[in-house]
């Protein structure tokens, strides 16, 4: 059994197509077929089912497929950790956020350190997402507002900052100086979009104030709350204080207590990285939360 069946057969098994998977590795479809055949005849069972010119995975293939994915990511994993022994710390690390806003100085800081690092980053929308991405090995490190309680993945809260009623400057509330989240409790709101991990958090604080706001407009940009609210469309629940800007008011808020926490998350057990590792302790510590260093980690057995 050769490496390159291994990732002939992986492609195959998600295009379930030889035509299409043949196009995708650029080799001739006939080539790609007698490899697949011949790797059934090492395995000793048919991967696939074919009627009618059509193939699909078929219960072997499933199971068969499964450990193939595996074998090619340790495999992946163990050429990472040779080339960390060989010297080599730039890399690539792949980031999910759900916001930018507070992490993109750290990031700018980070990358002028090791401007070899290729840093990948995707958006994700919930705490849902973020966590399926670190376990399957999508993601090497989620900076989210709500951490993830799951075994196998680490946590680091970095950052806890106020969350202020914001309102525009002619607001009836504006001059207060402190307001209680119950005092907003009839006006319209800003929010997020349903399920957005800003809003499951902000939604938090409103069971708590013991009101269910009247949503106007709800997006998925912190910089279109801002914008609306801007606009006189209503008020909203929002973090970073910003006196300077002459068209809004930050209203510190009494009661509840309204704040919110990033945490950095990452595989607790799957082997992360030189890059990834040395981006979690500048994080932490550009936060000043504590001191760490993230050792290595071995690659367990499946």
Known sequence: MELLQLQYFRTVA???HMTRAAH????????????IARLEEHVGVPLFDRQGGRIRLNAFGKTFLEKVEAALHLLEEAKQEVAEL????????????????RLSEPL???????????????HASSVEEMEEWIESGEI?????????????????????????????????????????????ADEPF??????FIFQLANDVLFRQAGISP????QVDEPAAVLSLVRA????AVFGCHNDEDPELVFLPIEVPVCQREFWLVWPEKRYLSLAARKFITFVITYFDHRQVEIQPQPVLPA
């Open 14 to 16: 998600r295009w379930e």
């Open 24 to 35: 995708e590795l650029r080799i001739a479809q006939p080539a790609l077929s007698k490899t």
């Open 86 to 101: 060989a010297g080599l710390e730039q890399g690539s690390i792949r980031l999910a956020t759900s916001t930018l806003s």
């Open 108 to 122: 700018r800081k980070f990358i002028a350190v090791h401007p070899n690092v290729n840093m990948q980053i995707t």
């Open 140 to 184: 090497d490190i989620g900076f989210t507002v709500m951490p993830i309680e799951k075994k196998g993945i680490a946590q680091a809260k970095v950052l806890k900052e106020d969350l202020y009623l914001v309102v525009p400057r002619k607001h009836r509330l504006a001059a207060l100086p402190a307001v209680r989240l119950g005092d907003a």
């Open 190 to 195: 800003i929010g997020y979009k349903d399920g």
């Open 214 to 217: 009247k949503f106007v407009c």
């Open 232 to 235: 006189g469309l209503g008020v």
